[in-house]
């Protein structure tokens, strides 16, 4: 039977585990409420991978096209604005222990400074008893708006971001979307809430091309409205393992991160600060978001190489999961594993639709059109909207070299790869150490005679030695003896330690390859020198000079020399 939300009568008893995440994309730009429904059943067969408490859902949402259709209803006498470029629909949500109307009242006015017109305003677009008790306790004001700019703006992707930034000032109020492209409803609740709760999904004339949608597990986070997903850009199943790294990368950046957020609220933040602010396209961010690794960079023809090498010094690989990821923006739409590939994600196809899903299960197999293609950790494929209405679909390998034709235009990225491997040649060592080490030279950093004893028994018998489990030494800002910085610094991670699927995941991920000087921009040609090493442990004298000869790992006196050649000494 075909679900809707009459039928539906919950799961009970039953098992969960982890996210759960679904886009349905139209092979032809006809707007369906199908493609919304599909995404929506497809939910509610995956609620045992959402949270449940008393058999109420962590939280669903979907985001979909501007279904234009409805805005022509609603808006009546003014319908021919919503063909507009410019239309612009807004959905936001408002604490209600707060004063609701002077809220909005403070946005309103971020609005008129913004030279935007308010064609539509409400906040009785919902049904509260839809939602169960802990929805109920946690709901917010939901407020729908439409707006038309006074005036032409250039880039109104930019505009819009910088007033959701100037809205969510407030930290009462969270911007759901604001956009010329896509609306974003969610709900504290499982999949058949979404239809329930919101008039808009229930109205016949809902209809949407493309649709992602998610059922939250919350770990790391506890649940509310805020924290739903799909946020602006994406929808992510899985933890950011690194997202103390990706906030501070981003903050040196000028991205305007949201206080208290979630990790993947922050990766969307960030990805849409660099397709709205800095005009990357959704390819482009996802490629530089989620970089393959090392040892793949060096298989790839010699250009791919350049663009890789690059996107890793400009950037990094900063957001490390394990994720599977859905995304859209504009006409393009990208879905993702990072390269731990520890997330599913499956794309699906029958004879209307692409879908990708956490679960190949959510179409019954008469209907596939094609083998079910599960996507290897690091594998993007794309979409995007040609000429003619119809969608185009880009495999990895024409991901990739779409994002190169894009960005070489914008960046220098020739030669790039040269830097993969650091080039080791003769300099005159300054001075000679002495090639016997004492005890001295052992305590400088941080060893006792007792560590160099264990190192010699390992060395002798070739087995570990035997002696008390566990970590007995006390922590190092308490410990009144001398400590290494290196004793200061524990393992943080978001929920498990999420072990690499092969040798290559496992090198890249305990990786102690560094770069070495200035770095470059991720969004323009700047002048800049670096030197990637394997190792941070730059040796001096003869044995560092040993080191480079036997091992091609430079010393301390040819990195000094590198950067002296470029006049970019290092201080």
């Known amino acids: 039977m075909k679900w809707s939300p009459e039928n539906f009568t919950g799961f009970k008893n039953e098992e969960h585990d982890s996210c759960g995440i679904v886009s349905a994309i139209e092979k032809k730009r006809i707007p369906t409420k199908k493609n919304i429904d599909d995404c929506i059943d497809a939910l509610v067969k995956m609620n045992h991978r959402a949270g449940f408490i008393n058999d109420e859902g962590d939280g669903v949402g979907i985001h979909i096209d501007i279904p234009r259709a409805l805005w022509k209803e609603k808006l009546q006498d003014k319908a021919e604005l919503v063909d507009n470029s410019s239309f612009v629909v807004g959905h936001f949500f408002i604490k209600k222990d707060i ?78 979307s604001l956009s010329q492209y896509h609306a974003v409803y969610k709900v504290l609740g499982a999949g058949d809430i979404l239809p329930k709760f919101y008039q808009d999904l229930a109205n016949p004339l809902v209809a949407s091309t493309m649709t992602l949608g998610h059922n939250r597990y919350s770990t790391n986070t506890l649940s509310n409205f805020f924290r739903v997903q799909p946020f602006s850009v994406i929808g992510h199943n899985g933890e950011i393992n690194t997202i103390a790294r990706l906030r501070d990368e ?19 933040r960030t990805l849409d600060f660099f397709i709205s602010k ?8 996802l490629e530089i978001m989620f970089p393959p690794i090392i040892n793949e960079i060096k298989a790839f023809p010699e250009h791919l190489q350049d663009l890789y090498s690059y996107i890793r010094e400009a950037w990094g690989h900063f957001a490390q999961g394990p994720a599977g990821i859905i995304s859209r923006f504009g006409d393009e739409a990208a879905f993702s594993l990072d390269s731990l590939g520890l997330r599913p994600l499956w794309m699906i196809e029958n004879e209307s ?47 990739q070299e779409e994002v190169y034709e894009r960005m070489k235009k ?43 004893q264990m190192v010699e028994q390992m060395a002798e018998k070739g087995v570990e030695p035997i002696r008390s489990l566990g970590h007995d030494a006390p922590l190092a800002a308490l410990d009144q003896g001398r400590k290494n910085l290196a004793d200061f610094i524990k393992e943080s991670v978001a929920v498990v330690t999420n072990p690499a699927i092969d040798r290559d995941r496992e090198m890249e991920h305990f990786s102690t390859r560094v770069v070495v000087g200035k770095r470059p921009s991720p969004f323009h040609n700047t002048d800049f020198h670096v030197v990637e090493l394997a190792s941070p442990l730059l040796v001096e004298g003869s044995p560092g000079e040993l080191l480079a000869t036997e091992e091609q790992h430079p010393s301390y006196e040819q990195v000094l020399e590198a950067f002296k050649n470029k006049g970019k000494p290092i201080t």
């Open 99 to 176: 004063d609701v109307e002077k809220a909005k009242e403070t946005i309103q006015g971020h609005f008129s400074e913004a030279n935007f017109e308010i064609l539509y305003e409400s906040d009785q677009v919902t049904n509260s008893d839809a939602l169960g008790p802990m929805g109920r306790r946690e709901e917010p004001c939901f407020w729908q708006v439409a707006l038309i700019p006074t005036e032409p703006i250039a880039n109104l992707s930019s505009n819009l971001f910088d007033l959701v930034i100037e809205i969510e000032k407030n930290v009462n109020v969270h911007v759901a």
């Open 250 to 268: 981003a903050a040196m950046l000028g991205v305007p991160l949201v206080d208290g957020a979630s990790d993947s609220q922050d990766l969307s």
């Open 278 to 285: 800095q005009n990357y396209s959704l390819f482009e961010a």
């Open 353 to 399: 639709s692409y879908y990708f899903s956490s679960e190949q299960g959510i179409l019954s197999s008469s209907e596939f059109v094609s083998e079910p293609k599960p996507l290897a950790p690091g594998e993007k494929v794309g979409l995007k909207w040609k000429a003619d209405d119809t969608i185009q679909v880009f495999y990895h390998d024409e991901v």
């Open 410 to 452: 914008r960046l220098n990225v020739a030669g790039s790869r040269t830097r993969l491997t650091t080039t080791v040649e003769k300099v005159k060592t300054p001075h000679k150490m002495k090639v016997k080490v004492s005890n001295n030279y052992y305590a400088a950093f941080g060893w006792d005679r007792e560590h160099i």
